[in-house]
């Protein structure tokens, strides 16, 4: 089983992305924050297509100032637009209130915003602090399943406390990107590229096939 050569994964890993990084676009750490609210449900691409308007065309005060409709206008693409342009306006509202527009490095604090959940919050924080953190998105979630790391049942919650407790600490962040692009380009959800992936002596799905 690959948790008893979890060296294997890692190493492999490592071998398909050695500068494994998110891949949505960002300069401010406010950007990433919004970045990632809008990502859920949505392609890193179609954001970074988003993304690349809206903070062309406006600071994060300008952004706490708009009216929700010309928010919408921009970021319909990336799907619930109307629930995250309130999301991202009350959080552009809440880090210039509280902390003059930065986003802290205070988890207690991020996960009350709204839009910003627990993964979004592991995520954040990992890029712009190095917190030591496990994001869990679809992607990790299906190559964990697939290589049995995790059981088919266990929710996103879980999955993330099986790889924390089977991963050293300081790989967490740099673990949760590479599986990211692992799952986002090789072990993908239709059409996996099982024939040329050194992992599929380890895969589930692979046998099932």
């Not at 952004?63 to 206008?73: G, H, Y």
């Not at 915003?113 to 030591?132: M, Q």
Request: glycine share 2%.
């Amino acid at each position: 089983m690959i948790t008893k050569n979890k060296e294997i994964l890692m190493n492999y890993l490592d071998e398909l992305y050695e500068d494994a990084r998110c891949e949505l676009n960002y300069q401010k750490d406010y950007e990433l924050l919004i970045a990632v609210v809008l990502s859920a449900q949505c392609t890193d691409k179609r954001v970074n297509q988003v993304t690349k308007e809206l903070f062309q065309k406006y600071t994060l005060e300008e952004i706490s100032q708009l009216d929700l409709k010309e928010i919408e206008q921009i970021i319909r693409p990336v799907g619930t637009f109307t629930r995250k342009s309130i999301y991202i306006k009350e959080i552009a509202n809440a880090l210039l209130k509280d902390w003059n527009g930065t986003v802290p490095n205070n988890r207690s604090y991020l996960e009350k915003l709204p839009g910003v959940g627990h993964k979004t919050c592991n995520l954040v924080l990992s890029n712009l602090y190095d917190v030591p953190a496990f994001a869990v998105d679809t992607h990790v979630s299906r190559v964990s399943k697939r290589l049995k790391l995790v059981k088919e049942t266990d929710n996103v919650t879980i999955i993330e406390k099986k790889l924390t407790k089977l991963f050293p600490k300081e790989k967490w962040s740099r673990l949760h990107h590479q599986m990211v692009l692992f799952g986002r380009y090789k072990c993908k959800s239709i059409k996996p590229e099982c024939e040329t992936c050194q992992l599929k002596e380890y895969c589930h799905y692979n046998k099932k096939r």
